[in-house]
């Protein structure tokens, strides 16, 4: 099966961005669809955002506001969320998921990566 293998995240002050990426672990990543979720303290599960496997975005979570945009790079097996301007509210694990099937709020992938942490400091 397919493993996810997340990096990118870290400590940052508020305004600057972050580049999460997962990578797959073979072009197997490439044909199912893409989302990130991220989970913190009392929010529980939250989808940030979602793509298909024809590489285009179907869903931004509404805290988003443009500041973020999510893309693959098929020839690495590799999917990204750019995050911009991030916020104190951004701060939790960051978990890349992929599914055979389309990816919604309360329907999650099979494939689940181990999760980066990100916090933002105010």
């Known amino acids: 099966q397919v493993q996810l293998q997340e990096s990118g995240g870290g400590p940052v002050q508020t305004g600057e961005s972050l580049r999460l990426s997962c990578l797959g672990s073979d072009s197997t990543f490439n044909s199912l669809w893409g989302a990130w979720f991220r989970q913190s303290p009392g929010k529980g599960r939250e989808l940030v955002a979602a793509?298909?496997?024809?590489?285009?975005?179907?869903f931004y979570g509404n805290f988003v506001g443009g500041r973020f945009t999510i893309s693959r790079d098929n020839s690495k097996n590799i999917m990204y969320l750019q995050m911009n301007g991030l916020k104190p509210e951004d701060s939790a694990t960051y978990y890349c998921?992929?599914?055979?099937?389309?990816?919604?709020?309360?329907?999650?992938?099979?494939?689940w990566g181990q999760g980066t942490p990100v916090t933002v400091s105010s």
């Open positions: 998921n992929a599914g055979t099937r389309r990816i919604s709020p309360h329907d999650g992938g099979e494939y």
């Open positions: 793509i298909s496997y024809t590489n285009t975005p179907t």
